[in-house]
Nanobody, 119 residues
Framework: QVQLVESGGGLVQPGGSLRLSCLVSGTIVSIYTMGWYRQAPGKQRELVATISRAGSTNYADSVKGRFTISRDNAKNTVYLQMNSLKPEDTAVYYC?????????????WGQGTQVTVSS
C-alpha cells in the first residue's frame, strides 16, 4: 500500500522558518506530480504548491516568494521550505502524490502535520 508520511511541523514565531518533509513509500512504479496543501480551522483545504517529476513548480499567490517546494526523486521525498512565516500560515499541511502503482495512477494523501505560527 502506498503511504505518505509528513514530518517537520511545529510551532514557530512569525518571521521564522520551517521545513516540511514527506516520504512516499510502498510499491510505486513512478511518482508524478507531488504537492502540498493546507487546511486552516474553519476553512477549505487549499493548494500551497506543486512540483512535477521534472521539477516544474506552481505556488499559491499567498506563498509566492516565501515558500519553496522541492523533491528528491531518489528518496521519494518532497519538501516544503517555508520562510517568513505569518500567523495566517497556521494550518495542517498535507502532502500528496500522484503516483503510478500496480493499481494504476492515483493520488495519495498523507495524514498531515500541524504548523502553528504564533508569538
Amino acid at each position: 500500500q502506498v503511504q505518505l508520511v509528513e514530518s517537520g511541523g511545529g510551532l514557530v514565531q512569525p518571521g521564522g522558518s520551517l521545513r516540511l518533509s514527506c516520504l512516499v513509500s510502498g510499491t510505486i512504479v513512478s511518482i508524478y506530480t507531488m504537492g502540498w496543501y493546507r487546511q486552516a480551522p474553519g476553512k477549505q483545504r487549499e493548494l500551497v504548491a506543486t512540483i512535477s517529476r521534472a521539477g516544474s513548480t506552481n505556488y499559491a499567490d499567498s506563498v509566492k516568494g516565501r515558500f519553496t517546494i522541492s523533491r528528491d526523486n531518489a528518496k521519494n521525498t518532497v519538501y516544503l521550505q517555508m520562510n517568513s512565516l505569518k500567523p495566517e500560515d497556521t494550518a495542517v499541511y498535507y502532502c500528496n502524490s500522484e503516483s503510478l502503482s500496480l493499481q494504476g495512477i492515483s493520488t495519495f494523501w498523507g495524514q498531515g502535520t500541524q504548523v502553528t505560527v504564533s508569538s
